[in-house]
């Protein structure tokens, strides 16, 4: 099932902050403005756009394919990958310490944030090594092919064809 959207939009120059508010389609009430943030006085009819003046009309649209994916295929699915699994106990030691791991991090940039200064350090020292790794690995191409090299040699070592 294919969904295709279109939006019209029409800007005219001079329309800042002080043009009256128009109703987002012609077939809603306007929504009233608080006397605090606006003295301006509403307008229930439409402003008439002459199409011929200095106005800019910007049109765009979209098709989108949705996939979606079956409930029960899914279940099906991670059911016979979980029943394939040797070591399932290994899988559940593995998969809580990652959810603890993340817990236990998640205190400590908690811990390091409350400190005064210490944030302001650390997004410093983060800026500083970032601005090194585009200078080391991003900025030239012999490093970027060289980064390449390290990252597939990395991938290798991972995979275990190394």
């Known amino acids: 099932m294919a969904t295709t959207t279109t939006t019209t939009a029409v800007l005219l120059p001079g329309a800042g902050a002080a043009a009256p508010r128009l109703p987002a389609s012609p077939?809603?009430?306007?929504?009233?403005?608080?006397?605090?943030?606006?003295?301006?006085?509403?307008?229930?009819s439409p402003v008439k756009v002459p199409w011929k003046s200095s106005a800019l009309r910007i049109r765009s649209s979209s098709t989108e394919e949705s996939s979606t994916l079956d409930?029960?295929?899914?279940?099906?699915?991670?059911?016979?990958?979980?029943?394939?699994?040797?070591?399932?106990?290994?899988?559940?030691?593995?998969?809580?310490?990652?959810?603890?791991?993340?817990?236990?991090?998640?205190?400590?940039?908690?811990?390091?944030?409350?400190?005064?200064?210490?944030?302001?350090?650390?997004?410093?020292?983060?800026?500083?090594?970032?601005?090194?790794?585009?200078?080391?690995?991003?900025?030239?191409k012999s490093s970027r092919k060289e980064l390449a090299e390290d990252i597939e040699g990395l991938k290798k070592k991972i995979a275990g064809f190394e």
């Open 71 to 140: 409930a029960d295929e899914l279940l099906t699915d991670l059911k016979q990958k979980w029943d394939a699994l040797e070591n399932k106990s290994t899988v559940i030691l593995y998969g809580g310490g990652a959810i603890v791991a993340l817990w236990l991090s998640s205190v400590l940039v908690g811990a390091i944030n409350s400190i005064p200064l210490l944030p302001k350090i650390m997004e410093l020292v983060g800026l500083g090594y970032t601005g090194w790794f585009v200078y080391r690995y991003l900025l030239f």
């Open 27 to 44: 077939y809603l009430p306007l929504r009233p403005l608080s006397s605090s943030s606006s003295s301006f006085k509403l307008r229930s």
